[in-house]
C-alpha cells in the first residue's frame, strides 16, 4: 500500500493558515500531515518566524480527526529523549492515538551556536540517537526502566500514561552510510530518506540498498522497514505523476509532498495538490 502525505510550511506563516492547511489536507484524502523540527528558518537566510514542532502537533492534534501525523524529523539533540517519550505520549492522546514519531540524529550548527549548546561531532550524534531509539521505545512500553548507556541514564524511570496505540511507529531519518542506517536497521517501522530535494530517485535507491545489508548483518528482515522519500512536487500534473511513478517503482510506499508555486498560498497548494491524489493512488 501506499500512502501520501503533505508537509506544512511553519516558516514565515501564522497559526490560522497552518490549521487550514492541516484541515485542507484532512479533508482531501491525505493519509499523514507533518511539520519540521528546527528553531530558525532554513534557507539561505536563517532569521525570521518559524514555529516550534511539538507544541504545534497539539494543535494538529486537536484540529483534525482523522488524519495521522508527526514531525519529520524531530531531533534528538533538541530534546532529552526522556522529556520526548512524555510529550509524544501526550501528543498521541491528544489525538486517539494518530501520532507517527519521526526522529533523527539532529544537529544544527547554527542553531547549537544561538543556544549556547555543544556542537557534537557526528559519530556522537548517531550514538547518542541509537541510545534515544532504545530509551523511547522502553518508556513507552515498560512500566519502570533503568538505562545505562554512554550518554544517557535513567534510574527508576516512569512515563505514563503510555501511548493511545502502544509504541508509536518509528520513522527514523538518515542517509548515513556506516553509522546511521545502521541505526535505521535497528529501529525503524519507516526509514525517511535524508536526500536533499531534487536527488534523482536512482540515487535513493541506491541508499535503501545499503539499509537492506544493514538488515542483513543483524538478522532483519529489510521488508519490515517501509520506505519513505519527501520531495518537491512539481506544478504539471504528468511530472507529478512520472515522479510519484518512479519512486514507487524504486520501492517507497510512503511519499510525502513539499512546496509549492511561487506566489501561490499554502491552502491553494494543499487544495491544489489534494485534487491530484486520485491520479496518484492509481500509480501506488
Known amino acids: 500500500m501506499i500512502t501520501f502525505g503533505l508537509k506544512s510550511p511553519v516558516q514565515f506563516t501564522d497559526i490560522d493558515t497552518l490549521r487550514r492547511c492541516w484541515l485542507a489536507?484532512?479533508?482531501g484524502g491525505f493519509d499523514h500531515c507533518w511539520v519540521f523540527d528546527h528553531f530558525a528558518p532554513m534557507g539561505p537566510v536563517r532569521t525570521g518566524e518559524v514555529f516550534e514542532a511539538w507544541t504545534l502537533l497539539g494543535a494538529l492534534a486537536?484540529?483534525?480527526?482523522?488524519?495521522?501525523f508527526g514531525v519529520l524529523v524531530t531531533g534528538n539533540t533538541n530534546r532529552p529523549p526522556a522529556f520526548l517519550a512524555k510529550m509524544a505520549a501526550t501528543v498521541d492522546h491528544?489525538?486517539?492515538g494518530r501520532l507517527e514519531f519521526g526522529f533523527g540524529a539532529g544537529g544544527d550548527d547554527y542553531v547549537d551556536a544561538m543556544m549556547g549548546r555543544p556542537l557534537r561531532p557526528p559519530a556522537e550524534r548517531i550514538a547518542r540517537w541509537d541510545e534515544a531509539?532504545?530509551?523511547l521505545a522502553l518508556l513507552w512500553t515498560q512500566s519502570t526502566v533503568d538505562y545505562r548507556?554512554?550518554?544517557y541514564t535513567l534510574a527508576g524511570a516512569t512515563s505514563d500514561p503510555k501511548p493511545v496505540q502502544g509504541k508509536p511507529p518509528m520513522w527514523l531519518g538518515s542517509n548515513g552510510l556506516r553509522l546511521g542506517l545502521r541505526v535505521v536497521a535497528k529501529h525503524a517501522d519507516v526509514w525517511v530518506s535524508a536526500s536533499l530535494p531534487g536527488t534523482p530517485v536512482a540515487e535513493m535507491a541506491r541508499v535503501s540498498g545499503i539499509l537492506d545489508q544493514h538488515c542483513d548483518a543483524i538478522g532483519r528482515d529489510p521488508a519490515t522497514i517501509r520506505r519513505c522519500s519527501q520531495f518537491w512536487l512539481p506544478a504539471d500534473q504528468d511530472e507529478a505523476v512520472r515522479l510519484v511513478e518512479e519512486h514507487v517503482r524504486a520501492g517507497f510506499t510512503e511519499l510525502v509532498f513539499m512546496g509549492r508555486?511561487?506566489?501561490?498560498?499554502a491552502v491553494t497548494w494543499t487544495k491544489r495538490t489534494a485534487e491530484l491524489l486520485p491520479a496518484f493512488?492509481?500509480?501506488g
Open 94 to 96: 491528544l489525538s486517539g
Open 62 to 68: 486537536q484540529a483534525t480527526s482523522r488524519i495521522r
Open 133 to 135: 531509539c532504545e530509551i
Open 281 to 283: 493512488r492509481s500509480v
Open 149 to 151: 548507556g554512554t550518554h
Open 25 to 27: 489536507a484532512e479533508d
Open 261 to 265: 508555486l511561487a506566489g501561490e498560498d
